[in-house]
């Protein structure tokens, strides 16, 4: 799920969809308008699940998508040799997600510890451990 947001609105920090990928934003460089043609922004960001760098330049006023970030908590059940298992803490429901590409995070990862895990768009990557 995402809402669409003015590109004018992002500020860097904020999250935006490229290429069908949520992104975080490292930079925002905007310029002035013209005297033909309207004020432009240049967004860079950097791919929550896969790590790519992405960048597009589009008018402020046009509207892009705003992933809506569902962040819960969780307990790991198991670790999988390619997947860590996760109950929510909440609901109570028990699903498989990748295992973290951050070593020191992956590392971490033991039977009965609680972590905090981020679904957008029907993905689900654990971002950090908790306590």
């Given at each position: 799920m995402?809402?669409?947001?003015?590109?004018?609105s992002?500020?860097?920090?904020?999250?935006?969809?490229?290429d069908?990928?949520?992104?975080k934003?490292v930079?925002i460089?905007?310029?002035?308008?013209?005297?033909?043609?309207?004020?432009?922004a240049?967004?860079?960001?950097?791919?929550?699940f896969?790590?790519?760098?992405?960048?597009?330049?589009?008018?402020?006023?046009?509207?892009?998508e705003?992933?809506?970030?569902?962040?819960?908590?969780?307990?790991?059940?198991a670790?999988?040799?390619?997947?860590?298992?996760?109950?929510?803490?909440e609901?109570?429901?028990?699903f498989e997600?990748?295992i973290?590409?951050?070593?020191?995070?992956?590392?971490?990862?033991?039977s009965?510890v609680e972590?905090?895990y981020?679904r957008?768009?029907?993905r689900?990557?654990?971002?950090?451990?908790?306590g």
């Amino acid at each position: 799920m995402s809402r669409p947001a003015d590109v004018g609105s992002l500020k860097t920090g904020s999250y935006v969809m490229i290429d069908g990928e949520p992104c975080k934003i490292v930079d925002i460089a905007k310029s002035k308008p013209g005297k033909h043609g309207s004020a432009k922004a240049r967004v860079v960001a950097i791919g929550v699940f896969d790590g790519v760098k992405r960048s597009f330049v589009k008018p402020v006023d046009a509207q892009v998508e705003v992933p809506i970030i569902d962040k819960r908590a969780g307990q790991v059940i198991a670790v999988l040799p390619n997947a860590v298992q996760i109950m929510d803490l909440e609901t109570y429901n028990v699903f498989e997600t990748p295992i973290p590409k951050d070593e020191n995070l992956a590392s971490k990862l033991t039977s009965g510890v609680e972590v905090e895990y981020w679904r957008i768009e029907n993905r689900t990557q654990i971002m950090r451990i908790k306590g």
